[in-house]
Nanobody, 121 residues
Framework: QVQLVESGGGLVQSGGSLRLSCAASGFTLSYYAIGWFRQAPGKEREGVSCISSTSNTYYVESVKGRFTISRDNAKNTVYLQMNDLEPDDTAVYFC???????????????RGQGTQVTVSS
């Protein structure tokens, strides 16, 4: 069964850090582009970052310099290191199979269930 499972969300104060994990099962994650997306109540879904199958990385402007996407092929896992978090980063974050040309538009192929990130001011 193909599955993506996120973990690592939580409550953090403004300026704090979290690392999200996206563990894949049923397929080899390194063969695909994987994106991180977020959706806050009342807001449209937003593509945050993408890592291609060749490990090229892409970020939406609002998180550049603060978030880092990476992959560990041995663990079949993609990570999103989030530093200097702001209240506007509060959302449900999920990882998904996508393309790095489409992620910024919120387009994905299949997704995990998501993990809540809450940043208090």
């Amino acid at each position: 069964q193909v599955q993506l499972v996120e973990s690592g969300g939580g409550l953090v104060q403004s300026g704090g850090s979290l690392r999200l994990s996206c563990a894949a099962s049923g397929f080899t994650l390194s063969y695909y582009a994987i994106g991180w997306f977020r959706q806050a109540p009342g807001k449209e879904r937003e593509g945050v970052s993408c890592i291609s199958s060749t490990s090229n990385t892409y970020y939406v402007e609002s998180v550049k310099g603060r978030f880092t996407i990476s992959r560990d092929n041995a663990k079949n896992t993609v990570y999103l290191q989030m530093n200097d978090l702001e209240p506007d980063d509060t959302a449900v974050y999920f990882c998904a199979h996508t393309t790095c040309s489409e992620y910024v538009s919120g387009v994905f192929i299949s997704r995990g269930q998501g993990t809540q990130v809450t940043v208090s001011s």
